[in-house]
């Protein structure tokens, strides 16, 4: 089986390992990444497409294949206007996945988060909560959402919470049981191959994946 899939958001901590991934597994044949500008990895598989996220639609015919990978996602420090916020885990996403839709692309993975929630009242789960939704209404063949709670793994930029909060975690973790499983910290590559590991099984339908499900993948 030769494939092509689609990574958007290549340069984050789930979607680079997942670019690692794919370019180590046969199974794939071309991987096309979204980039803002160009990452300096190289490699006979791997196509990088310059966009501009707020013209999408207009890289549509280059974007075919077999499974989309959507790892986009910002924080409030990198876009602290709330428009700009909602257009990167929000807005960008959708319009991907409707993209991938009129292109007949069979599956759709969208990396989400714990707790998302239409109906909350914090703005990054409800955001969240909202992309889900918006996304589901779309009707693609195979719509696979995770949603992993803290993540784990070496960043590009240094955040110094996340610095702070892995030890704490480590001392945590062993005491959520039961249903507050899903709230472990969760390793970035450990989401990434359970990406890599569902789209190889061409299931239709929507599935959504907690933290605590989403190791019981691999």
Sequence with gaps: MAIKA?????????????????????EYD???????????IKHKKLTQL?????????YSKAITGHAVFCCLGSTRKKTPDLNDY????????????????????????????????????NFYTKMKGEVEE????????????????????ERKENRLVERIFIPIMKVINPLLIGNL????SIPAVTVAMAMYKQSLKNEEGVFI???DKIKQLL
């Design 30 to 40: 071309e991987i096309l990444i979204l980039v803002r500008k160009e990452l300096s």
């Design 134 to 153: 918006d996304i589901k209404k779309i009707g693609l063949s195979g719509l696979y959402i995770y949603q992993p709670s803290f993540l784990t793994g």
């Design 181 to 184: 499983k899903k709230y472990r």
């Design 86 to 121: 909602r257009k990167v885990d929000h807005d960008y996403p959708l319009q991907l996945a409707q993209i991938a839709y009129k292109n007949g692309i069979s599956q759709y993975h969208l990396v989400s988060a714990i707790g998302a929630d239409a109906a909350s009242s």
């Design 6 to 26: 689609i990574i958007a958001g290549a340069s984050g901590l789930i979607g680079s390992k997942l670019l690692d991934i794919l370019l180590q597994q046969p």
């Design 209 to 211: 994946y907690p933290s």
């Design 50 to 58: 310059i966009v501009d996220f707020d013209t999408l639609d207009n």
